[in-house]
């Protein structure tokens, strides 16, 4: 009986189930043709560009120079008797400084012989001044024939004159070296090193100290020739901003002073130097640049009109890519007029108001059709809804 109540049963079932997955089946085939067709462009963002004018800012690095170096030497000689308390290696004297002395008494000696010389030199003048008067009032009822130079006493006349001017030269260099037993600071300066000490015996020209001009400083830039065409003009005067890199930057002001006029051989640069005033700060309160800091130096150069300027990533092979109206990519050729940072200044190839494509496809071909990212929105779409308004 259980037997032949299977053998009913068996085909009923699997009838049944036939039926159902034929049904699944065109469930499922129904609902495939239902669906949407999946959109595969590729996804990207762009950027409607403008010119501009931009002005090119040159950088390069040098290292802080005095304006001159001094070796400084005694001009009289004799015993020092006293120095400067800043007139050590490192310390700081403003112009004029007496920096040390010489013994002067002999000096002062010379100066006081020179004067009695000058004094006798002038009385004798004087005497024959009035014997010239003399003679000629006596010449005056005498012959001419009988009138010579030699009775005038012109000659012993322009000796005296001679004798008054000697002395007055004597006098003047006795002055002078007794004003140089004090040795002054020529400028403001930094002191290098000293070579002589209390009590020693100095010679005439004997080196004593090597002096800094921290007036002013110097540095020398060199500038690649990429930068070379973008100087400006004219070059001297132009204000530059000297930068001290480091745990705390700091920066002043500084000039152009001129262009050496050369190629730097092994680097094939030009060669610029720039001024500092007051680089030690004795005269203001700006930050102090010492000799020998290695400075980061910019200034502006020309003013480069209607040009784009462009992330480095977005143009590859001078090329960059473009989306059109179409929504298509269309790659075109540009003149790169120079590199700014990490950016391009593009003068040629571009227009006013092209689509450039900021997130470049792995492999972008010309006239792939591309779709913009979830919400944004064509720029070219969003002026014309606002013009509509």
């Known amino acids: ?91 700081v004297v403003p112009r004029g400084t007496t920096l040390f002395s010489i013994d002067k008494q002999r000096y002062e000696a010379n100066m006081l012989q020179a004067e009695a010389e000058l004094n006798q030199a002038q009385s004798q003048l004087i005497e024959e001044q009035a014997r010239a008067r003399v003679a000629a009032q006596e010449a005056k009822s005498m012959a001419d024939s009988q009138v010579t130079d030699l009775y005038l006493r012109k000659p012993q006349l322009m000796s005296a004159q001679a004798a008054v001017k000697s002395a007055e030269a004597k006098l003047k260099l006795a002055k002078r070296d007794l004003a140089y037993c004090q040795v002054k600071a020529p400028y403001d300066a930094l002191v290098i090193n000293r070579n002589i000490g209390l009590g020693q015996y100095v010679s005439q020209g004997t080196q004593v100290a090597e002096l800094y001009n921290i007036e002013t400083a110097e540095v020398t830039l060199p500038i690649a020739g990429f930068d070379s065409a973008f100087l400006p003009t004219p070059l001297a005067g132009t204000e530059v901003t000297v930068t001290s890199r480091g745990i705390n930057s700091y920066s002043r002001q500084g000039t152009i002073d001129r262009d050496l006029g050369i190629v730097e051989k092994s680097t094939r640069m030009s060669q610029l130097v720039a001024r500092i005033q007051d680089p030690y700060s004795l005269h203001s309160q700006g930050p102090v640049f010492k000799f020998g800091s290695y400075v980061e130096v910019s200034l502006a150069g020309q003013t480069l009109e209607q040009v784009y300027r462009l992330p480095q990533d977005l143009v590859t092979n001078r090329t960059v890519w473009l989306v059109d109206k179409d929504m298509q990519l269309q790659p075109v050729k540009v003149d790169v007029l120079r590199e700014e940072g990490k950016y391009f200044l593009i003068n040629d ?41």
């Open 349 to 389: 190839g571009l227009s006013e108001g092209d689509r450039v494509l900021t997130t470049v496809p792995e492999y972008p071909q010309k006239g792939m059709k591309v779709k913009l990212a979830k919400g944004e929105d064509d720029p070219k779409l969003v002026a014309q809804r606002a013009e509509a308004e």
């Open 1 to 91: 009986m259980n037997k032949l109540w299977i053998k009913i049963a068996l085909p009923i079932v699997v009838l049944a189930l036939g039926v159902a997955g034929m049904s699944l089946i065109n469930a499922t085939a129904q609902q495939k043709e239902d669906k949407e067709e999946v959109d595969t462009r590729p996804t990207v963002s762009i950027d409607e560009i403008s010119a501009e004018d931009y002005q090119v800012m040159i950088t390069s690095f040098g290292e802080v120079r005095p304006l001159e170096m001094t070796q400084l030497s005694a001009q009289v000689s004799g015993e020092v008797v006293d120095w400067h308390e800043d007139f050590v290696a490192g310390g």
